[in-house]
């Protein structure tokens, strides 16, 4: 395979620094079945440590105007998102901190013979510690949602796949191991309204958002962070709560109200206070539960053979 770097597309490279990201010179590489992609670092102008890995298929036309307001979202978000201590970061409903990695864009179509689109990726455990508790992910789309979702290419997909991921981990139908096969993730129109034409992921009270933002402080903030400021106000959280940002952002006053944040002059953003950092005993016996709760249960009886089969 060639090595050669080239410069990104024009209109890529025009849309990454109208949202203030600079997209370096790509490089060849391949997707899970082994066809042509090309391989991007988007960076913060502001702060170019903050990097982020852009993959697209090799025939990826960005200059299509069907795309453009997409792209022109997803690059504004990952603006944002860049700016987190940890932005390949994010919480659960459970309380599981974790951080998604190892993706592999764009979607591949299902070498089993399934009507489904694949993506692998991975997830990992992020509680502060050594931890090696991960889980490897194969997420699979059914093809219904080709009229859903402009191209099966990572600015347009990434944000419902992560919380699909979220979701399933929540459920108990993912499990964080030491080592492992892959894991399936599946994605159906269950997770999608055609009627609203929008993602539904998970019906939260406004007690569970705030539970969720004080949570999420915490872990991305406090004990990944060291105290930097989080994104509260994230479009994907606010998806993946069936919600809406300014809602987040309302929410995330109510909280500082209770003296557990403190929140940006433009409520967006929160470090944890001391009262909200003396919490770490808890936070961590609830994730003890919450990994218990995700693990396989088996029946003894029918271990030892003892069965009315």
């Excluded at 990454?16 to 010179?25: E, Q, R, S």
């Excluded at 960076?43 to 299509?64: C, G, R, T, W």
């Excluded at 093809?143 to 979220?166: C, D, H, K, M, S």
């Excluded at 994907?236 to 069936?242: E, G, K, V």
Aim: hydrophobic share 45%; proline share 5%.
């Amino acid at each position: 395979m060639s090595t050669t770097i080239t410069a990104p597309s024009a209109a890529l490279a025009a849309a990454a620094h109208a949202a203030g990201l600079t997209l370096t010179a790509a490089e060849p590489g391949t997707d899970f079945a082994g066809t042509p992609t090309t391989r991007a670092t988007l960076a913060l102008i502001s702060d170019p440590a903050k990097q982020q890995v852009l993959e697209l298929s090799e025939a990826f036309d960005a200059a299509n105007p069907k795309f453009a307001i997409e792209l022109a979202i997803f690059f504004a978000e990952a603006a944002q998102r860049l700016r987190n201590p940890r932005p390949e970061c994010y919480l659960t409903l459970h309380g599981f901190p974790l951080s998604f990695g190892k993706f592999a864009w764009p979607f591949h179509g299902s070498t089993s013979g399934a009507d489904t689109f694949i993506v692998h990726g991975e997830i990992r455990l992020e509680d502060g510690t050594e931890s090696i508790l991960h889980a490897k992910i194969s997420a699979a789309m059914t093809r219904t949602f080709n009229t859903v979702v402009a191209a099966l290419e990572q600015p347009f997909a990434e944000g419902f796949i992560y919380n699909a991921v979220r979701k399933t981990l929540d459920q108990g139908q993912l499990e964080l191991v030491k080592s492992g096969n892959r894991q399936p993730v599946p994605v159906t129109t269950r997770y999608y309204s055609m009627k609203q034409q929008i993602f539904i992921f998970n019906d939260t009270t406004p007690e569970q958002r705030k539970a969720f933002l004080a949570a999420k402080t915490f872990w991305l903030s406090h004990i990944l962070g060291s105290d930097a400021p989080v994104w509260l106000a994230d479009p994907r959280d606010a998806q993946y709560l069936n919600t809406t940002v300014a809602d987040l952002k309302s929410t995330a006053a109510a909280v500082a109200a209770e003296g557990l944040i403190t929140l940006s002059a433009d409520g967006a953003w929160a470090t944890a206070t001391d009262e909200l950092r003396a919490r770490n005993d808890q936070y961590r016996v609830e994730l003890t539960e919450a990994l218990t709760f995700i693990k396989p249960s088996f029946n003894e009886d029918m271990r030892a053979g003892h069965t009315n089969m």
